[in-house]
């Protein structure tokens, strides 16, 4: 190869992908609708970009769709959320993880509605038999909640734990870490939101509100997850020396 071509490889693409999905109330509220219209956009676009991934060949996805704190919004906004887990869930669920994807709910799920539990496990039974893909929804989700979980696991197991052994006891246990974690809606903060997990991930963070996130805006984001991968530890003048 001639001295000084930077060799570019083929895009990587992330095995795992995990997103705060921010801004569905901020998006509404500029389009002179209720939050819940919001929310309502933002199902669409959380399935589009599902499917955009899994076509990308990723193989793992993590959707933030409600924390812990978000149970206290007001009665209103959190009902709304839930009648689209009610009329939307199962249908759009069965679509995305027909082509071989388990389906985990991840998070306190007994802080939900008996009817919206039952729901979500009708949809995870039907996924359980596939392996290799995954879709986790966090719902009633908080990072900090899970560790501690995971560690009372062990203490009533008496066991010691090890980064592996906890990192199994976690709802994502036997999945890659996220890779790349995308958050919308112009903050950047995590909001207790796989805080283990995201350890070595790669952070991008847009200005667009979850609604307007486009599949090439995912694929943006791919685009800078593997820029900022094709080092691998090294420096430029390593891989222009193919070393
Ligand atoms: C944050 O935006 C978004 C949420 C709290 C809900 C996210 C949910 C979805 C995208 C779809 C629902 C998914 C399921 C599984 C039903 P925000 O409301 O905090 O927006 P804001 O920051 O502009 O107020």
Known sequence: MAKNTIMVSAERVPKHIAIIMDGNGRWAKSHLRPRAYGHKKGVDRMIGLMERAFDRGVDY???????????????????????????????????????????????????????????LEKAEAETRGFEGKGINVALAYGSRAEI??????????????????????????????????????????????????????????????????SDADLDDAIAYFSSKTRRFGKTDEQLENNE
């Open 61 to 119: 996805i993590t959707v933030y769709a409600l924390s812990t704190e978000n149970l206290k919004r007001p009665q209103k906004e959190l009902d709304a959320l839930f009648e689209l887990i009610r009329t939307r869930f199962l249908d759009c669920m069965r679509k995305v993880c027909a082509r071989g994807v388990r389906l985990n709910i991840i998070g306190e799920r007994d802080l939900l509605p008996a009817d919206v539990q039952e729901i």
């Open 148 to 213: 501690v979980r995971a560690a009372n696991l062990a203490v009533e197991k008496g066991e010691k734990l090890t980064e592996e052994s906890l990192s199994a006891l976690l709802y994502t246990g036997g999945q890659p870490d996220p890779d790349l974690i995308i958050r919308t809606g112009k903050e950047v903060r995590l909001s207790n939101f796989l805080l283990w997990q995201a350890a070595y991930a790669e952070l991008y963070f847009s200005d667009k509100m979850f609604p307007e996130f």
